[in-house]
């Protein structure tokens, strides 16, 4: 057993965090929140791009770096930390993921190198409005090479050039890869509850479409690289509840009550054990994740379902005690934990909700005990 | 990253297995985990325990982590947690040397002279004979500095005077190792020091304590002009606290042992064996949600071990870091014992054994769990520690630090 990540791994997120210390400080984050106008950050996503982190995990002969997701895990808890204003989580743990798990030869080599070099921005489109999505109830139809339907809240819908639609197919659900600039497509933009990170209505009328892998296969898939992506996203929240943490304390050993540091209170000090130790817990499921994840071992499944709900946990856990800690102050425009408590929220509901995780987690447990 | 065997842990692994397959019965795995606080005490099982371990050390497989000039195997934490695993599958008698060999032991050899090693560590290997811990009183639990239990020189000798209480184990044992406080003038963590203490003494008393649960495990121990050699001080008089600070040290949560899997087994049979809204429970949205939930923490739980123990493994010391297992551990039992109990409805308030789902393990579970919370560092102190020595927040505003000890108040002033 060893649960350390090697020197190479640890010195590729030292890097990612240096890089994203420099370029993407919180006010870069600020900057896309408030310009409503604004999707992302472009300047930010070049740099990433750049740095060979949207092709992380795709192999050297389509464009990528050729690392593996243990490497990808790291980078994305670095993201997590900045709370970079970039579509990453849609292109590279969906849309790249996506193609790497069931793309044909034909499509990994038209849309990986693009997506790797950061020219063609990926998303995933499942959810269908309020509620929980059912693989088995999609109203979304593929049929005949053409998409119908509706889908909404879709993450980055709006910059993505392509996507990856859950929808039903002839047989059960599948899915299909979209051109999101082709026609038949009508994108409108949501007002997000992050504005630091867009969201759109994606309306497919009759959409040119092609099935990505295989149309049996479609709810499996789909299921799978939800587990994948969630374990990166996970990190993602990882990196984001840590730094909420350290600002936090910072704010609380600097700002004097009663005559001393505020940070210096049990009510306080317990607060932030707590919160530590929901981090910690929610970074030992994710190590497990991403080991299970990079092994390619049938732990994935309940591992990311574990992981994933004690990673949303303990960043919404974070966006408020950000606050409350803070105090008053930490309820002004102003100051940036409002930024953590959009994000937090944002990320939870992405890829399923953590009570929908954890659902989901008994339901995979009680199959395995049926089998 | 790997959460496997190494090839060379796998072959311990199996080494272990082996050994112990030839020496004792396996456990069903799938049978109900028992409650961790079925204290037993009888003199037959003591007297099984002593046999087991002697059996252990002569063959090789009795503390693993200590060096082997101390008759340790010298091996590393990792083979101790594998062996514990191993050892677990089988049905052996119980541990009794939990505080010896985790705690006291690793004591003497950090403090004791060349004579007190010699004396005392071989025979606490071989577990023929029994050690418990003396420090905390009743007026000193989280505050153990406050302790008041005298030393007073009296030539070659010291005499000790006061109550000990929560010792594991001190109906049983030989030795014990006890703090007490030799100088009141001082400042209270500058007055203690550390004696090693002949549990047959004159003027010992042993009484057990009757616990909520029913059980006996810990007791009180009276002191009344107690005479202990000078030779059997531990440490420099005065440096008791230091000494102390080593024990304490050693006090971890057994990591990767007890990993909560049986516990979890159990809690998801009995989800299915009983009955809500006309279904099994575990059909029930709110039971899965929690049950959901306890399965999270319970692998965060046990993965943070790991975490943990391939640190140590790699050289790194004990740090503060290993409060979480308790801080959320000990709280989490008792949640879930209460959902257990929740669980079986109007049953949940039976005690029989016979009628209750389980064998009422998870009633006992209930009634030991307090205790738990409690014990080696309460909730409160264990956040504290996080706070402060993990995350360096500022520690207390102390209100006896620079103060005599005789003059820190020790209740409410008197009207």
């Known amino acids: 057993m060893n649960l350390e990540f ?117 998303t995933f489109a499942l959810a269908e409005g309020p509620g929980e999505v059912a693989l088995d109830g999609l109203e979304t139809r593929f049929s005949n090479g053409q998409l119908h339907g509706e889908k909404l809240p879709v993450l980055d819908g709006d910059v993505a050039g392509l996507a990856l639609v859950a929808a039903r197919g002839d047989a059960g659900p599948v899915l299909a890869l979209v051109d999101l600039g082709g026609k038949g497509v009508t994108r409108t933009a949501l007002r997000s509850f992050d504005p630091s990170r867009s969201q759109a209505r994606i309306r497919f009328d009759g959409a040119p479409a092609e099935l990505l892998g295989d149309a049996s296969k479609g709810a499996q898939l789909i299921e799978d690289l939800l587990d994948r992506a969630a374990v990166m996203m996970g990190f993602e929240q990882l990196g984001g509840a840590q730094r909420a943490l350290e600002l936090t304390r910072d704010q609380a050993m600097g700002r004097y009550a009663f005559g001393r540091p505020v940070a210096s209170f049990q009510a306080i000090k317990h607060r932030f054990a707590d919160w530590y130790a929901a981090i910690e817990l929610a970074r030992s499921n994710g190590y497990y994740g991403v080991w299970a994840l990079s092994e390619g071992n049938d732990e994935l499944p309940l591992a990311a379902c574990a992981f994933r709900s004690a990673a949303s946990d303990a960043f919404e856990l974070a966006g408020e005690e950000m606050i409350q800690i803070h105090g008053g102050v930490g309820f002004t425009w102003e100051y940036d934990c409002h930024l953590f408590y959009r994000r937090a929220k944002l990320l939870s509901a992405a890829l399923g909700t953590p009570s929908e995780w954890r659902e989901k987690l008994i339901k995979r447990i009680e199959a395995r005990h049926a089998a | 990253m790997n959460f496997d065997d190494t090839p060379q842990e796998a072959e311990f692994r199996a080494k272990a297995h082996a050994w112990l397959s030839q020496q004792v019965e396996p456990i069903d795995p799938d049978r109900v985990a028992p409650n961790m606080l079925g204290e037993r005490e009888d003199d037959a099982t003591i007297a099984a325990a002593k046999a087991w371990q002697a059996k252990k050390f002569d063959e090789g497989w009795a503390v693993l982590t200590w060096p082997k000039e101390f008759g340790g195997q010298g091996l590393g934490r990792m083979e101790q947690v594998i062996w514990n695993q191993e050892e677990a599958k089988f049905d052996t008698p119980p541990n009794i040397y939990t505080i010896g060999h985790g705690m006291l032991g690793p004591t003497i050899m950090a403090h004791g002279t060349p004579e007190q090693t010699e004396r005392y560590i071989r025979d606490m290997a071989r577990g023929q004979e029994v050690w418990c811990q003396l420090f905390s009183e009743p007026d000193a639990g989280s505050d153990l500095a406050a302790l008041r239990t005298s030393a007073v020189r009296d030539g070659d000798e010291w005499v000790l005077n006061g109550q000990k209480i929560w010792s594991t184990g001190a109906q049983y044992s030989d030795w014990g190792m006890i703090v007490t406080r030799t100088d009141p003038n001082a400042v209270k963590h500058a007055g203690l020091t550390y004696f090693i203490v002949d549990m047959r003494s004159p003027g010992i008393e042993v009484r057990p304590i009757k616990q909520i649960n029913g059980a006996s495990g810990f007791n009180e121990v009276f002191f009344t002009d107690v005479r202990v050699p000078d030779a059997n001080r531990l440490g420099k008089e005065g440096d008791g606290w230091r000494v102390a600070i080593t024990t304490l040290m050693n006090e971890r949560v057994a990591i990767g042992a007890g990993s909560g899997a049986g516990r979890m087994r159990d809690l998801f049979n009995l989800a299915r064996e009983v009955r809500r809204n006309g279904r099994p429970a575990i ?133």
């Not at chain 1, 950050?41 to 982190?53: I, P, Q, R, T």
């Not at chain 2, 965060?300 to 640190?311: D, E, M, N, P």
């Not at chain 2, 079986?344 to 009634?367: I, N, R």
Request: proline fraction near 6%; include cysteine; charge should be negative.
């Open chain 2, 283 to 415: 059909e029930d949205a709110s039971v899965r949600q929690r049950l959901a939930q306890f399965y999270v923490t319970s692998k965060g739980l046990q993965y943070t071990g790991y975490r943990t123990l391939s640190a140590l493994s790699r050289g790194a010391t004990p740090g503060p870091e290993g409060s979480i297992g308790k801080a959320v551990g000990a709280p989490l039992s008792q949640e879930i014992a209460s959902f257990a109990m929740e669980l079986q409805g109007s049953m949940g308030a039976v005690l029989d054994s016979d009628v209750v789902p389980q064998d009422a393990v998870w009633q006992d579970a209930y009634l030991g769990a307090p205790g738990i919370r409690i014990a080696g560092g309460t909730d409160e102190i264990l956040r504290n520690i996080i706070a402060e020595r993990v995350l360096s927040l500022p520690p207390e505003i102390r209100v006896d630090k620079d103060k005599p000890f005789r003059d820190v108040p020790t209740g409410p002033p008197s009207a």
């Open chain 1, 6 to 122: 090697s020197e190479d791994q640890k010195f590729v997120q030292q890097t990612a965090r240096e890089f994203l210390a420099e370029h993407a400080g919180l006010d870069v984050c600020r900057k896309v929140l408030e310009s409503p106008q604004v999707a992302y950050d472009a300047e930010l996503w070049k740099g990433v791009a750049e740095m060979g982190w949207l092709g992380a995990a795709v192999p050297e002969s389509h464009g990528g770096a050729g690392m593996t997701h243990l490497e990808l895990a790291l980078i994305a808890e670095e993201i997590g930390r900045s709370l970079a204003p970039i579509p990453f989580a849609s292109s590279v743990y969906l849309a790249t993921e996506g193609l790497l798990l069931a793309g044909s030869d034909e499509q990994q080599q038209q849309h990986l190198p693009r997506l790797a070099a950061g020219d063609l921005i990926g």
